[in-house]
């Protein structure tokens, strides 16, 4: 399967400016190719009897090469894969339009997501060296993966420098505790136990092993400070120094909240898929909860989305087994200890009571101990 590496780069002046460079590149053929593709797109829907085949990657790239390169002669200080790759994103940027998958590409601005991505002679050079081209050798602050890459992104956070890479890694098997360890990890021993996974908005999830796992919150932590250094910078001349301090200090915080939340999520995902043999999680409907307008902050700031997404590719690098059980599955109406279902239960009622057994119990764990007995 393929894995994923990030790291941040050591970086000098002039490789800022490459780097810089680089991204503009990428941000103008990305906005050339998407008004070129639009027009098309009118034009097809005001004229019927003549229609313009809606060009492919390679179309635009040529085109580009054809009437924008000529025009503008900074496009050869960068790589040729730049803009060629800018446009093969926008293509599946439009196809998954097509699909009803995402909705209409938007054109980018400087500075806000800046990133490119580069092919060709990627070497990785000992230990934190790697080498890209035109730019040249770029260091790192921590040792790379020792493994072949034929092509990597370069993305901009705040005021920091980020590689990231893909590369094939072998499934780790739970069972063998001969195997070769991954990443330089330890093997562990066989693990054939179910978990049941609850998530929820007060903490995290809850286990049904009965261990609660708060949730970092972090954006709840640092809303006040966002938001009065959003209403100091309300009034700065845009373009200003003084503005442009103030926009790397809120996206520094931006920054922190992030990585705060993606380390939770981290940990969590890695102790799920490494200790047990079966984890069983809910199909939420994630944008449908994130309608009521009550509980949206609070679900965004947990990060159920990527909760799931971080637990699907870590359970099959480890080699255990992931079950995703239906959202209309009465997790939490079913009592855990005679099986009857309750008609209603509001979401202010925090304690599960059976009406038949007499059973009471914490919601969350009831509804974490029936998701472990799906499998079972």
Partial sequence: MLLGFKTELKLNNQQRVALAKHCGVARHAWNWGLALTKQILDHNNALADSKIKFPTAIDLHKW??????????????????????ALMALREAWKRCFNKAAGIPRFKKKGKRDSFTLEGTVKILGNNKIQVPVIGVL???ERLPQVPTKSCTISRQ??????????DVEQQDLGNTTAVPLLGETPRPDCLSIVGVDLGVKNLCTLSTGNVIPGAKSYKKY???????????????????????????????H????????????????LLA????TVVIEDLNVSGIMANHK??????????????????????????????????????????NCGTKKETLGLNERVFECGHCGFTIDRDLNAAINLSRVVS
């Fill in 274 to 277: 490494k200790n047990h043999g």
């Fill in 255 to 270: 920054r922190k909240i992030a990585n705060t939340r993606k380390d939770t999520l981290h940990k969590l995902t890695t």
């Fill in 64 to 85: 580009l090469v054809a009437l924008v390169k000529s025009e503008n002669e900074w496009y050869y200080e960068c790589s040729k894969s730049t803009p060629q790759q």
């Fill in 139 to 141: 260091k790192t602050y």
């Fill in 295 to 336: 509980l949206a902050k609070a679900i965004a700031d947990m990060g159920f989305y990527e909760f799931r997404r971080q637990l699907t590719y870590k359970c099959e690098l480890y080699g255990s087994k992931l079950v995703v059980v239906d959202r209309w599955f009465p997790s939490s109406k079913t009592c855990s």
């Fill in 223 to 253: 809303e006040a400070k966002l938001s009065r250094m959003q209403w100091l910078n309300r009034h700065k001349i845009i373009g200003s120094n003084n503005w442009k301090k103030a926009q790397l200090q809120i996206a520094r915080l």
């Fill in 158 to 167: 705040a005021d920091r420098w980020f590689i990231s890479f893909r590369f």
